[in-house]
């Protein structure tokens, strides 16, 4: 039964919004009528146990008001929130925010520079408008944080060294919050303490690019190159139901164009990013030609800005009842069959007539292609399948490939086959069938497959076959 709100002269009885209730007690213990109970049951948007009033036994002696330690949970029934109607006057509408949009500032034609891939990297994040950067020092990334610590102050920029990566991704958390490009550089203990961050971010979509330059595992393992964060990148991205597309550059020009491109589809699908390079490919020096444009950001509708127009937005992953945390996923989900569909990306590399179709990613993928040079000059017919997209793995590039007359798929990694396993589970939910042998070519611990050995451990198997 609920209180008669209209009688203003009457002695006010207590009124009750469960949902600021959380359950102390305080006016159980007050009520001389005994009139105030626990319901017993959780407030699925609360998680606590509020209370309920009888108001048939109640006297309004006013004593439950005092007692109640919450300012808008029990109150007297005349009371009129100061949100519903300040001063006597309707609340103002909230004002509705529109994009901002994007602006290409075109740039002259420049020299192509000799650049490591960090700074390649780094590089391409200011061209795309990042202005906001947070992050840890960890080798064999630290290069790239170093350059835009270096640029930042300059361009009106903010760098900020954070405690650990735990605080990083939080920085990011709030920077990506309010519609700003914001990245940091990583390696893989690193990467690994973002986690639950990342986590909250696909949660609350809110975009950031992370640069994760792999290094040799587990533990604290080496500072060599290795590419063993497959598995968590694609298969193990925090808690709950969570993919972040993950791009694979193989040299230093696509550390800055792959970098570009990242936030651009952060932006457009209010996801994280992550780029994934080996400690080689983040230490490499290559010719790098710069873009003819450059992005300065606008500010998207969605975004918590601290302004006028923005201030109905809010950025949460909290859905704490079950039905609006599925409804949710679903959506989630909705956006990870768009972007499987949209954003698949690979390169090919002489596979047109190949009998022997190599499957390698970052500097492995330049080995594969030494190795395609020896074996041709021996007659095997060579060629290369690249993922860019290691999530979404870009099957559908793959596929046709099949229908050739191969002899084997070789796929050649750093890692004990975790690109290997991302192609196996794609080409499962293909439904591909009567495939041609899949064999490898692996090492651990930070080192690369070498060109030679590639090209050797073919030759064995066809001699083999």
């Avoid at 650990?164 to 690193?190: D, H, L, Q």
């Avoid at 993922?387 to 793959?398: E, G, K, M, N, R």
């Avoid at 007359?405 to 794609?426: C, F």
Wanted: charged content about 20%; glycine content about 8%.
């Amino acid at each position: 039964m609920s209180p008669d709100v209209k009688n203003k002269t009457a002695r006010p009885k207590p009124f009750l919004r469960p949902e600021y209730c959380k359950g102390c007690g305080r006016c159980v213990a007050a009520c001389p009528k005994k009139c105030i109970s626990s319901t017993g049951e959780v407030n699925p948007e609360t998680g606590c146990v509020p209370v309920q009033i009888n108001y048939q036994e109640c006297i309004s002696c006013g004593t439950c008001f005092m007692a109640c330690p919450e300012p808008y949970a029990l109150h007297p029934d005349n009371i009129e929130y100061f949100w519903e109607v300040p001063n006597g006057q309707p609340q103002e509408k909230l004002p509705t925010a529109e994009d901002i949009p994007d602006r290409i500032i075109p740039l002259p034609n420049l020299e192509p520079m000799m650049i490591k891939g960090t700074y390649a990297s780094a590089i391409g994040a200011l061209l795309a408008g990042c202005r906001h950067f947070f992050g840890y020092p960890i080798t064999p990334s630290t290069e790239g944080a170093e350059l835009m610590a270096k640029i930042l102050p300059h361009v009106e920029g903010v760098f900020l060294q954070a405690v650990s990566e735990v605080a990083t991704i939080n920085y990011m958390y709030g920077c990506g919050g309010a519609g700003r490009p914001c990245m940091t550089f990583t390696s893989s203990p690193g990467f690994s303490l973002m986690l639950e961050g990342i986590s909250y971010m696909i949660g609350a979509q809110v975009p950031g690019v992370i640069v994760n330059v792999m290094r040799g595992g587990p533990g604290l393992g080496n500072i060599a190159p290795e590419q063993a964060d497959i598995k968590l990148v694609c298969r193990g991205l925090g808690h709950g139901n969570t993919h972040a597309i993950a791009l694979a550059p193989s040299d230093p020009q696509e550390m800055l164009d792959l970098t570009m491109e990242a936030f651009k589809l952060t932006f457009k699908y209010r996801l994280p990013v992550i780029i994934l390079g080996d400690g080689y490919l983040g230490q490499v020096t290559g010719q790098v030609k710069l873009p003819d444009h450059m992005i300065e950001p606008g500010i998207p509708k969605w975004a918590v800005a601290g302004d006028h127009d923005h201030r109905a937005n809010l950025i949460c992953s909290i859905q704490l009842t079950d039905v609006d945390l599925e409804k949710f996923n679903e959506h989630l989900n909705d956006v990870y069959r768009n972007i499987t569909e949209h954003e698949q990306r690979s390169d090919l590399f002489m596979t047109d007539d190949c009998e022997v179709l190599f499957v390698a990613a970052n500097t492995p993928a330049r080995m594969a292609k030494g190795a395609i040079k020896i074996l041709r000059d021996q007659g095997i017919k060579a060629g290369l399948f690249r993922p860019i997209t290691l999530w979404p793995f870009p099957i559908d590039a793959l596929l046709p490939l099949l229908q050739k007359k191969l002899h084997r798929i070789v796929v050649v990694e750093a890692s004990p086959g975790q690109l290997e396993d991302e192609m196996y589970l794609a080409l499962s939910h293909a439904g591909a069938v009567n495939l041609p042998p899949i064999e490898h070519v692996r090492h651990l611990g930070g080192i690369l497959p070498q060109s030679q050995e590639i090209a050797a451990a073919v030759l064995k198997m066809e001699e083999v076959q």
